[in-house]
């Protein structure tokens, strides 16, 4: 009577289904979780504790991004009015998110941690130029959007070799109850 | 057709043309035209974890002829171009189109002889997804953006 089993068998996973959790997701109302280390193709440029623009336009960015999206006008050096120090600034900067492949290298390079990816993804635009992000969006992006960990230090400090070799001891440390 | 060139601007062509946009944005037929990789986001995205039959283009069509939306899903080379405008030219209108992923968009980072720079070399584009690949909520984001388009659309551009 094997036939018999396998059809009660089926009614009963058909019940069971009837009962359990959707597991679709409600997306315009409800987002799914992301992953810790989530990046999304997008941009945001960090402005520095005195409030001034962390870019100091020094095109590493532009050159190592091997869509070549990222386009960079910077000025010539001059004194910065909160350290006095001489540095350089950026006059435009461009991001065209048509072609960015989410390799993350410009975070890597950039030596003044001045360029972060976001953790929320782009909207879709009706024409091409509406994925274009300007200098104003790649500001405000710093207030509008939940961030991603990655800079340039931080992955220097993931990627470091000696990073799990002192940490066994200091974590067993913190471990222990106070 | 000459009804609808009569009818437009008047009472009875506004109600008409909202009434059809409805209907024709809750009944997408898709045709995935997939080419690369981004056909697994693709693929989630029709999934049940974010599942597109909530936004009604749950059915994908396997022949052009009978979709409506095309959805162009990764890298498009030059010896593929006259494939896609074949198939874009087989749909029967009203017939739109969203270019998916940074390769469909613009050639992404093949910059090079035998990759299109962008699908809108070829044909008309409605909708462009960034992201390499997109998450399945831009795809859906895209979707919705998509059904809002059609449902502005005037009575005349239909016929």
């Not at chain 1, 410009?106 to 024409?127: H, K, L, N, W, Y």
């Not at chain 2, 024709?24 to 690369?36: D, E, G, I």
């Not at chain 2, 010896?79 to 992404?108: I, N």
Request: aromatic share 10%.
């Amino acid at each position: 009577m094997g036939w018999f089993d396998a059809t009660f068998k089926t009614f009963g996973i058909t019940l069971k289904n009837l009962f359990r959790k959707p597991s679709t997701v409600e997306f315009p109302a409800v987002q799914r979780e992301r992953a810790e280390r989530y990046r999304a193709a997008s941009f945001a440029l960090l402005h520095d504790e005195n409030g001034e623009e962390k870019c100091i336009g020094c095109k590493f960015c532009e050159w190592i991004c091997p869509s070549q999206i990222i386009a960079i006008t910077a000025t010539p050096k001059r004194e910065s009015p909160f350290t006095g120090k001489k540095r350089g600034y950026a006059e435009d900067f461009t991001i065209n998110l048509q072609a960015c492949i989410v390799c993350e290298l410009c975070i890597q390079v950039c030596p003044e941690d001045a360029i972060v990816m976001t953790r929320d993804t782009e909207q879709p635009g009706f024409s091409r130029e509406d994925l274009v992000l300007t200098m104003d969006k790649l500001y405000a992006n710093e207030k509008t959007t939940r961030l991603s960990w990655h800079t340039g230090a931080g992955l220097m400090e993931m990627q470091n070799p000696q990073r799990g070799q002192e940490k066994p001891a200091a974590a067993g440390a913190e471990d222990k109850p106070a | 057709m000459g009804l609808e060139s009569n009818l437009t601007g008047t009472f009875v062509g506004t109600r008409l043309s909202d009434a059809l946009n409805w209907a024709r944005k809750y009944s997408l037929f898709q045709y995935p035209f997939v080419t690369a990789c981004c056909g697994m986001e693709f693929m989630s995205a029709a999934c049940s974890h974010y599942d597109i039959s909530r936004f009604g283009a749950e059915i994908p069509r396997f022949s052009p002829r009978q979709a409506d939306l095309l959805f162009v899903v990764g890298t498009v080379s030059h010896k593929l171009a006259p494939v896609l405008r074949k198939v874009y030219d087989q749909m029967c209108d009203p017939k739109w189109v969203v270019s998916f992923g940074a390769c469909a968009s613009s050639g992404g980072f093949y910059d090079n002889y035998c990759t299109v720079q962008g699908i809108d070399t070829i044909i008309p584009v409605d909708v462009y997804i960034p992201g390499c690949p997109p998450r399945p909520e831009q795809v859906l984001d895209a979707l919705i953006m998509l059904q809002e388009k059609i449902q502005r659309e005037p009575l005349e551009k239909q016929a």
